[in-house]
């Protein structure tokens, strides 16, 4: 999907919400932050866990997340992620490391090998990456917050109009 047409393709899917415009900014927010964040397989999940009790719109959150986090944007997000998670957290998760790890990863060895080194780097990368990604992902849900609220109050007004007009 060209950049234009997927940006097309979330803005009306984000026209086509309903509800609360605080619901929906929550929700846009709420996806923002898990879909900064370097958790993948568990996307989805954390949105549930996030989003229901704060009442958040989770399919805002949903939607939000899929179109910040994807194939395109997971190198950034993860490299900007050990950068900053390293800056906070120096000498726990080293390029070097990084590269040793992914030139095992990379030659083709069984994929039993290859879990051994995963889980020896384990804690340490896991704190560094969270760390890093949760920092990226504060400002990003803070912005995401403001612009959709204001979006969905704009959206709203005109639907109420449209329907006054009526």
Known sequence: MKPNRAAKYYYLKFLRLQGDPHSLALGVAIGLFVGITPTIPLHSLLILI????????????LIAATAISNPLTWLPQYYFSWRVGSWLLPGHLSWNRIHALLGLLTSGIGFKQCLAPLRHLGFEAAAVMLLGGVLLAIPFSFAGYILSFKFFSSLRKKRQERHILK
């Open 50 to 61: 996030l989003a229901w009790p704060l009442r958040g719109n989770i399919l805002a959150a």
